[in-house]
């Protein structure tokens, strides 16, 4: 601008009238265009900034108002998955919850805990429509579902003092659908007991793997389930299954890959092949409570001292106390050497003579075969005098080369072929007999007609006592009838038992569906002899304990697979097969323990003087420190109903570690037993319940609820705790 200036006003700058002014001017000038230059500077930035403001106002609202419309969508959806899956379970019963669309069926503790989840209806159609069922279906205190033309649910609940039961009946409305529930049996489910025996014995059952079976009795080494069944499941959260036992019942366990036990009610044509109805029906009901051991306690079949008579006691505490010799009667000198032998022990007392089936020519005979026994009379009188009882095994197996099998064929008093002429017996086969018929205990003729012959025996050798080999559901005819139908194959051994228990006395039964009353002793199945076999041994115990069956009759010492006449020894060498010599000790050690001892194979067969000694060792313990403890528990169990041998879980419910231990038991609540059951093994590991323990080896003190790491066990030796009282100090 200073040129322009000059110009105008002049080329000299002395010819202004005053200098001062024009500077002051040209300064003012200059301030202007720098204030100007500054507002330019600071609006527009401030206006851009506006403007991003402005935008970002509008897009936090945008995302506001976004954020407002997810949060409306998910809480009506949450109403709405929360309608279906909570409200409308709620509808029924207190602490049980159904939704009937998913057919989800929930039952909970007092606490709100979940202990039972399952789906129920497994199989129906998803499209398949629920109502509620016609009023001429319905049942009072029940809710009834009907899916149509699929299947028919009734629910009814009942409540005890601190329990309670939910009562599911399915009953089945198409020829093509068998009801079937499926109970999660996950890890976070707890832990499952009971059923019966099951193949590889899982312990506890959620362990195991089966697929869908019917559940009845068999030989474990070729079918599903072994000698004794009941249909009672517990939950270590505290709840219980009980199965109705005319339901056409088939189980499976985490079959498919799943983690599900399922039951279902099916017809078929052997197991439920004869019919209450024309569907099949599911049966069951669910109890729940907060602590497992009180649930089992109130579960347990109580008074079975009702109706028992003085010498029926007695009869229970001899076999506590006293051995079971099971011989095989090859020959008269055979049974007179072994009973000379047990006496030459000096250590063992005489007990029961159990002979096997083998003493009759043929199976069904009931005679003693004369060419073996020439004086089996005198022997008997003999062995009676050394202080002996005689138990002689029967059957209800009638050879077909039996002196008795023409008759009972003409009195038709043998299970009868299905579908053929009734006079035409239906044959099977039983351990050696490759054909032989079944009494028909059902027919009103047969019980008179064997208790007949089973008198005549008493009265002519003085029988103390018959053991009852009544083989298994499996060992029936496949197309038997009888002249009353069995909805299930496994009642003939219910009903047999029963009546044979009326006329003559009863030492044992080889298995069984239900409890029978003392004092019959329920037997374990056989076991072969081997390492795998002892195994096993502790949770089938455990396990027909749990489900009823206090008074059990373990097999013998070392195996029961070297048993002359057995598959394994068809030449009848009663000496071959010896069991292992360490297998026999520790075995033994283990049935020191266990309410029943029973012998093949005497200690005194093996050539090692330590076999003897420790045979000694154990025989004072189990008189001084084990007996006293089996007769005790057993009057309580006359009351209770509880088992003698127990699992770890019924001293302390509440420690998880006890549910899962496999290889210890207790002695009532007050002896804790831990054997060894591996080969070459010196040492274990030992889980004691709470309190304090005092170590049956060394005398040592040992405080409770917690693990023992590698435990010395000498193969002499077998570790056992007894329980001392919760203040005991040295």
């Known amino acids: 601008m200073s040129p322009m200036i000059n110009k105008k006003l002049g080329n000299d700058p002395m010819e202004l009238s005053g200098g001062q002014s024009a500077n002051s001017t040209i300064t003012s000038v200059n301030s202007i265009s720098s204030l100007l230059k500054e507002k330019l500077q600071l609006s527009i930035p401030q206006a851009l900034r506006s403007s991003k403001k402005r935008q970002n106002a509008d897009y936090r609202l945008r995302a506001f108002v976004g954020i407002l419309f997810l949060c409306v969508v998910f809480l009506v959806g949450f109403a709405h998955i929360y309608y279906t899956q909570h409200v409308l379970q709620r509808a ?27 789906r129920l209806g497994e199989g129906i159609p998803a499209e398949t429509g629920v109502f509620p069922c016609l009023s001429h279906h319905q049942k009072q ?6 899916w149509l033309q699929q299947a028919r649910l009734y629910l009814a609940h009942t409540r005890h003092t601190d329990m309670h039961c939910y009562h599911v009946t399915w009953q089945s409305l198409n020829p093509h659908y068998n009801p079937k529930d499926c109970f999660d049996w996950s890890q976070k489910r707890g832990h499952w007991y009971g059923g019966g025996q099951v193949q590889n014995m899982p312990y506890p059952l959620e362990r195991g793997r089966l697929d869908l079976s019917p559940f009845i009795t068999g030989d474990i080494t070729k079918h599903p389930f072994g000698n004794v069944l009941k249909r009672y499941f517990l939950n270590s959260k505290g709840a ?6 005319e339901t056409p019942l088939y189980v499976s366990i985490n079959a498919n890959k799943s983690n599900n036990f399922c039951m279902q009610a099916k017809y078929d044509a052997f197991a439920y092949i004869n019919h209450l109805t024309p569907l099949p029906q599911l049966n069951y009901t669910i109890c729940a409570t907060d602590n497992m051991k009180n649930l089992h306690s109130s579960m347990a079949e109580k008074s079975l001292w009702d109706g028992l008579k003085p010498d029926e006691l007695n009869a229970v505490h001899s076999l506590l106390s006293e051995p079971v010799w099971q011989i095989s009667p090859t020959s008269e000198a055979a049974v007179y050497n072994y009973t000379d032998n047990v006496i030459a022990l000096g250590f063992l007392r005489q007990g029961h003579v159990l002979l096997s089936e083998e003493w009759q020519p043929s199976p069904g005979d009931f005679v003693l075969d004369e060419e073996r026994f020439p004086s089996m009379e005198e022997t008997i009188n003999i062995i009676h005098r050394r202080g002996f009882r005689i138990v002689f095994s029967i059957q209800p197996f009638i050879s077909t080369e039996s002196i008795n099998f023409k008759d009972a064929v003409a009195n038709r008093l043998l299970i009868s072929e299905r579908g053929s002429d009734p006079r035409i017996p239906a044959l099977a086969r039983y351990k050696q007999s490759n054909s032989v018929g079944v009494l028909d205990i059902t027919n009103n003729k047969t019980l008179p007609w064997l208790q007949s012959k089973l008198e005549r025996l008493i009265m002519k050798y003085h029988v103390d006592s018959f053991y009852l080999d009544l083989g298994t559901a499996q060992d029936m005819p496949h197309y038997y009838k009888c002249e009353q139908p069995l909805t299930n194959p496994d009642h003939y051994k219910t009903i047999f038992t029963k009546s044979i228990l009326g006329s003559v006395p009863v030492m044992g039964v080889s298995g069984a ?28 115990v455990l396990t027909y304990g749990m489900i009823g069956y206090p008074f059990i009759m373990p097999g013998a010492v070392g195996g029961d697979v070297a048993l002359p006449m057995s598959d394994n020894n068809p030449d009848n060498d ?17 049935s020191t323990f266990l309410p029943v001892i029973r012998f093949t194979h005497l200690p005194s067969k093996y050539s090692d003087e330590s076999v003897l000694e420790i045979a000694k060792t154990l025989t004072t313990l189990r008189q001084k420190t084990v007996t006293p403890l089996l007769k005790k528990y057993a009057k309580e169990i006359l009351d209770t109903g509880l088992p003698i041998i127990r699992p770890l879980w019924m001293l302390d419910p509440a420690d998880p570690a006890c549910h899962v231990v496999v290889d210890e038991f207790s002695v009532g609540e007050e002896l804790i037993v831990a054997p060894v059951l591996y080969s070459g093994s010196r040492q274990r590991e030992v889980y004691l319940p709470a309190g304090v323990w005092k170590d049956g080896i060394d005398g040592s003190l040992r405080k409770g609820s917690r693990w023992i790491h590698n435990y010395r066990v000498a193969e002499d030796k077998v570790a056992y705790f007894v329980k001392m009282p919760d203040n005991t100090r040295f």
């Open 240 to 245: 219980t299954v009980l199965v109705d036992p």
């Open 141 to 146: 205190d029940s809710v009834c579902l009907e």
């Open 574 to 590: 009663f000496e071959v097969n010896l069991p292992d010599k360490e297998l026999y000790i520790r075995w033994l050690q283990l």
């Open 92 to 118: 029924y019963f207190d602490k049980f919850s159904f939704n009937k669309n998913k057919r989800v069926m929930r039952v909970y503790s007092s606490t709100g805990m979940e202990v039972i989840a399952a």
């Open 513 to 540: 569906i239900s409890r029978p009353r003392p004092p019959v002793f329920v037997s374990l199945p056989p076991f072969s002899s081997s390492w795998k076999a002892i195994k096993t041994v502790i949770p089938t």
